[in-house]
Antibody, heavy 117, light 110 residues
């Protein structure tokens, strides 16, 4: 069974750093791109970027380029999304999702990130 | 990359049909047959309902169907049921080899 299991909810202060994770199982992790999607409170889905675990090829949405870093550790089938200096506006639920051809077929359960002083 | 345009809300009566539109440009919706639709219940992860404009994943009810004309894609839900009342998002592959979502549509079943 394909599963993407994300790390738990985080509460951080503005200016702090953070790295959240997404662990894949039940399939060949290195053969499928993993994407990240943001959902701010009460708002819609926003596509952030995508990484290919086999060679760490990354594509970012222009809206998120330079704002976050996407990475992967294929040895443990885990993708990451990280911030070096969080802002209150980063408060959101973040989803990872597996890309299959040109769509996203399996999704993680989401990680709630709350940034508040 | 601008978000695809969806109506904020649509409604339909139990047992009837409703359609949600998703308008983009020739650089996304109009340029590729790579539109997908996702259903999202409150507090849950999105669920794939339609891919490549009109294909249904295994396990998705055949009451859900998709189509496209020019720069506008559509999701039609027939035989509306109470459990269909939730949020729906379209998405498209783009000419920049990225993806873009629509703003989302809240479906109300009357």
């Amino acid at each position: 069974e394909v599963q993407l299991v994300q790390s738990g909810a985080e509460v951080k202060k503005p200016g702090e750093s953070l790295k959240i994770s997404c662990k894949g199982s039940g399939y060949s992790f290195t053969n499928y791109w993993i994407g990240w999607v943001r959902q701010m409170p009460g708002k819609g889905l926003e596509w952030m970027g995508i990484i290919y675990p086999s060679d760490s090829d990354i594509r970012y949405s222009p809206s998120f380029q330079g704002q976050v870093i996407i990475s992967v550790d294929k040895s443990i089938s885990t993708a990451y999304l990280q911030w070096s200096s969080l802002k209150a506006s980063d408060t959101a639920v973040y989803y990872c999702a597996r890309r299959y051809e040109k769509y996203f077929d399996y999704w993680g359960q989401g990680t709630l990130v709350t940034v508040s002083s | 990359q601008s978000a695809l345009t969806q109506p904020a809300s649509v409604s339909g009566s139990l047992g009837q049909s409703t359609t949600i539109s998703c308008t983009g440009t020739s650089s996304d919706v109009g340029g590729y047959n790579y539109v997908s639709w996702y259903q999202q219940h409150p507090g849950k992860a999105p669920k794939l309902m339609i891919y490549d404009v009109s294909n249904r994943p295994s396990g998705v009810s055949n009451r859900f169907s998709g189509s496209k004309s020019g720069n506008t894609a559509s999701l039609t839900i027939s035989g509306l049921q109470a459990e269909d009342e939730t949020d729906y998002y379209c998405s498209s592959f783009t000419s920049s080899s990225t993806w873009v979502f629509g703003g989302g549509t809240k479906l109300t079943v009357l």
